[in-house]
């Protein structure tokens, strides 16, 4: 079992950063990846991006050059850059372990002038 705790959601100004965090507890040592999908009211859950344990990553092509992913220890970061409105969702952390996946509660991002 993995246990994923989000935080750093919030309202920030069009072009205006914020840090999202998450920390896994339990079986961290099973786990193969970790990343970030968010969903937008009306639309579908989709990946932001990810790390592997060996340091891999991958972006949606809407974030890249903006958002960047990284990892130290058990926690996974996400640092949004030049945020815009269409950037406004529920942000979930997701971790792979064991061949089962482990999802945080979400945290709110709004981008709002």
């Known amino acids: 079992q993995v246990q994923l705790v989000e935080s750093g959601g919030g309202l920030v100004q069009p072009g205006g950063s914020l840090r999202l965090s998450c920390a896994a507890s339990?079986?961290?040592?099973?786990?193969?990846?970790m990343g970030w999908y968010r969903q937008a009211p009306g639309k579908q859950r989709e990946l932001v991006a990810a790390?592997?344990?060996?340091?891999t990553t991958n972006y949606a092509d809407s974030v890249k050059g903006r958002f960047t992913i990284s990892r130290a220890m058990n926690t996974v970061y996400l640092q949004m850059n030049s945020l815009k409105p269409e950037d406004t969702a529920v942000y979930s952390c997701?971790?792979?372990?064991?061949?089962?996946?482990?999802w945080g509660k979400g945290t709110l991002v709004t981008v709002s002038s």
């Open positions: 790390i592997t344990s060996g340091g």
């Open positions: 997701n971790a792979r372990a064991g061949g089962m996946d482990y």
């Open positions: 339990g079986s961290i040592f099973r786990i193969n990846a």
